[in-house]
C-alpha cells in the first residue's frame, strides 16, 4: 500500500486470488468500489486451515487470537476463519496457499514440504522430544533459525506429542513384528528409521491415513494420539502400541508477509502482541489435551493398547542407532544435523 492508501496491484498473485478475495470480501458484506478512494481503517483477516471447525486448535489458538485482536483494535481489526480446507483442502498444499495470497494467515505443517523446511523438519528426529510441550520449548529455543526457512511472517510455531503405533491386522509387541509392515509416517525424515527397524515407510498427510488403513493400503500409522482425535482413527485401527523411537511433528501458523506488511504501524503491533510466546505455548496445550483424548477413544473403542517394555524399547533404540548417528553430520543449509539438535537442546551452535 503506498503513501496516498491506495492499494498497488500486485500481478503476481494470480487470477485465482484476486477472485478468492473477491469472494471474502462478499461473503463479510463489504462494497467492492473501484478507483482511489479512501480506505476504511476496518480491515478483517482471512485464516484458513484444513481442520474441522470444532477442532482443538481453533478453541486453543484461532479463536483466541480472533477475539484478542479484536478487543485490543476495538474491533477494527478481525479475524474470519476458513475451516475445513475450504480455501484448498490439500494439507500440503496450504504454505503455498498463503503465499499466494488466497489466504492471509494460515495453518502449515513444515512436515509435509520439508524441502521447503529442512530444520524445522528436525525437530522430529529421534531423541530430541517426546512431549507436546517439550518440542514446543525446543522449537522456540530455535526459533531464531527457523523463521528465515519461511517467506511468511511466522505467528506461532509448536508441536505436538511424539508418534504411537495405530494397526489395523497386526499387533506389535517386538521389534519382529514390525518387519514387513508398510507403515504411513508424517514426514520424510522419519523414513530410514522406519526403514531400519524392518518396515516399509509411506509418506501421507493424515486426512487421507483413515481410507489408507480402512482399505489397507497401509498396515500402521505413525502419529500423535492427537491424530486419533483429528482423523476418526479408532475406527480402522484395531492396535495401538504407544511408543516409538520418535520426536513430535512441528506445526506452525503463517501471515502472509506482504499482508503483514501494508498494515499500519498500529495494526502491526496489535499482530504482534497476540502473536507473543503463548500463542505457541497454547497450541502445544491444545495437542496434549487432544491426545489424552486420543487415548481415551482408543480405549472406549475397543482397541488394545500395548505398552513396550523397557528391554524391547532399548531393542528399537538399538536398531536404529547408526542410522540416527550417521545422520546427525548431514548438512541442512549452514548448519550440521547436530548442531541443530543442539540448539533444541538450548546450546550454542
Not at 469472494?23 to 484444513?50: K, T, Y
Not at 487470537?65 to 476463519?81: D, F, I, N, P
Not at 502473536?275 to 487432544?290: H, I, K, Q, V
Request: proline letters at 5%.
Amino acid at each position: 500500500m503506498d503513501n496516498s492508501g491506495c492499494p498497488r496491484l500486485r500481478l503476481h498473485r494470480g487470477l485465482q486470488a484476486a477472485t478468492t478475495r473477491l469472494i471474502l470480501a462478499l461473503a463479510a458484506g463489504l462494497p467492492i468500489v473501484g478507483g482511489c478512494g479512501p480506505v476504511s481503517d476496518i480491515r478483517e483477516l482471512s485464516l484458513a486451515h484444513f481442520l474441522p471447525a470444532d477442532h482443538a486448535l481453533n478453541e486453543a489458538m484461532f479463536t483466541p487470537l480472533a477475539r484478542k485482536l479484536a478487543e485490543l483494535s476495538g474491533g477494527r481489526l478481525t479475524v474470519r476463519q476458513f475451516p475445513s480446507g475450504v480455501l484448498n483442502s490439500s494439507a500440503p498444499a496450504q504454505y503455498s496457499m498463503l503465499l499466494s495470497g488466497v489466504a492471509d494467515i494460515a495453518l502449515a505443517v513444515p512436515a509435509y514440504t520439508a524441502d521447503l523446511f529442512p530444520i524445522t523438519d528436525l525437530i522430529a528426529y529421534p531423541g530430541v522430544c517426546k512431549t507436546a510441550m517439550e518440542c514446543t520449548e525446543a522449537l522456540r529455543r530455535a526459533r531464531s533459525v527457523l523463521e528465515p526457512e519461511y517467506e511468511a511472517r511466522v505467528l506461532a510455531i509448536w508441536a505436538n506429542d511424539a508418534p504411537v503405533l495405530l494397526t489395523r491386522d497386526r499387533p506389535v509387541r517386538t521389534l519382529e513384528d514390525m518387519r514387513g509392515l508398510k507403515v504411513r509416517v508424517s514426514t520424510r525424515s522419519a523414513i530410514p528409521f522406519v526403514e531400519a527397524l524392518g518396515a516399509s515407510a509411506v509418506m501421507q498427510p493424515g486426512t487421507v491415513v483413515h481410507q489408507s488403513l480402512t482399505t489397507g493400503v497401509i498396515d500402521g500409522v505413525a502419529i500423535s494420539l492427537s491424530g486419533i482425535v483429528a482423523f476418526q482413527l479408532h475406527e480402522p485401527a484395531s492396535y495401538l502400541t504407544t511408543w516409538l523411537p520418535a520426536s513430535g511433528l512441528p506445526f506452525v501458523l503463517l501471515m502472509n508477509q506482504e499482508v503483514y506488511d501494508a498494515l499500519s504501524r498500529e495494526q502491526r503491533g496489535w499482530i504482534d502482541e497476540v502473536a507473543d510466546a503463548s500463542l505457541s505455548l497454547a497450541g502445544a496445550a491444545a495437542w496434549a489435551r487432544a491426545s489424552a483424548e486420543g487415548l481415551q477413544m482408543a480405549e472406549q473403542a475397543g482397541i488394545e493398547i500395548i505398552d513396550l517394555p523397557e528391554s524391547e524399547k532399548r531393542r528399537f533404540e538399538e536398531r536404529i542407532a547408526s542410522v540416527r548417528e550417521a545422520g546427525l553430520t548431514r548438512q541442512v543449509g549452514d548448519l550440521t544435523v547436530a548442531q541443530v539438535i543442539r540448539l533444541f537442546s538450548g546450546a550454542q551452535r
